[in-house]
Structure formats: C-alpha cells, structure tokens
Nanobody
Framework: QVQLVESGGGLVQAGGSLRLSCAAS????????MGWYRQAPGKQRELVAA???????NYADSVKGRFTISRDNAKNTVYLEMNSLEAEDTAVYYC???????????????WGQGTQVTVSS
C-alpha cells in the first residue's frame, strides 16, 4: 500500500557530494517520520538522519555537520544532502518512513529498496 522509491546514489570521490531523494506513494494519510539508514558490508544497519512531521531532526554523530536532511511534505519526499563524503560513508542507504495510511489509525513502518553510495578515497 505504501512504496518508497529512492534515487541519487552513485560513485563519488572523497570530499565530494551527493543528494539522495526518497518519494513515498500509495494510500497515505500522513507521514509521521521519514529518514535514512545505511548498511555497510559486514555491519549492522544504522540510522543516518531522521525528520519528523513537526520539524525535528536527528543525526548520527558521524554525519553531523556534513549531512542535511530535509522534507517536502507536499510531495511526500525526503532528501539527504551529503557533503564532504568519506570512504567510511560507503554503504547502501535505505529510506524509512512511519506512515498513517488512509482509513487507519496506527502507524506502519516502511523501507525503500536501497541505493548504493560508494565513496572512493
């Protein structure tokens, strides 16, 4: 009922920038929280950044000052601007959203398919 489609990943040199986008579609009444997680090979999936409908944001310490999360609520889209990229940022980045679907009361959580970000040193 809810789909998250990411775009914007790719290969970039260390020090470069990338912008990820994630658009949510489907039977959406409202989106409570949207964010980005990442998973590097051999590591657990970790939160990168999140944004609530109220405007609060949260960042992993490792990306503070380099990454910026933003939302376009009218388009049900979340963005992740990544600057000063480091080799350690290499991972598959997943969009994540807490959604209230039409005709329901509770929140369900959804994942995108993931987009690869590779930073060469």
């Amino acid at each position: 009922q809810v789909q998250l489609v990411e775009s914007g990943g790719g290969l970039v040199q260390a020090g470069g920038s990338l912008r990820l986008s994630c658009a949510a579609s489907g039977s959406i009444f409202s989106i409570n929280v949207m964010g980005w997680y990442r998973q590097a090979p051999g590591k657990q999936r970790e939160l990168v950044a999140a944004s609530t409908s109220g405007g609060s944001t949260n960042y992993a310490d490792s990306v503070k000052g380099r990454f910026t999360i933003s939302r376009d609520n009218a388009k049900n889209t979340v963005y992740l601007e990544m600057n000063s990229l480091e080799a350690e940022d290499t991972a598959v980045y997943y969009c994540h959203a807490g959604v209230r679907t039409k005709g329901t009361i509770g929140i369900t959580f959804h994942w995108g398919q993931g987009t690869q970000v590779t930073v060469s040193s």
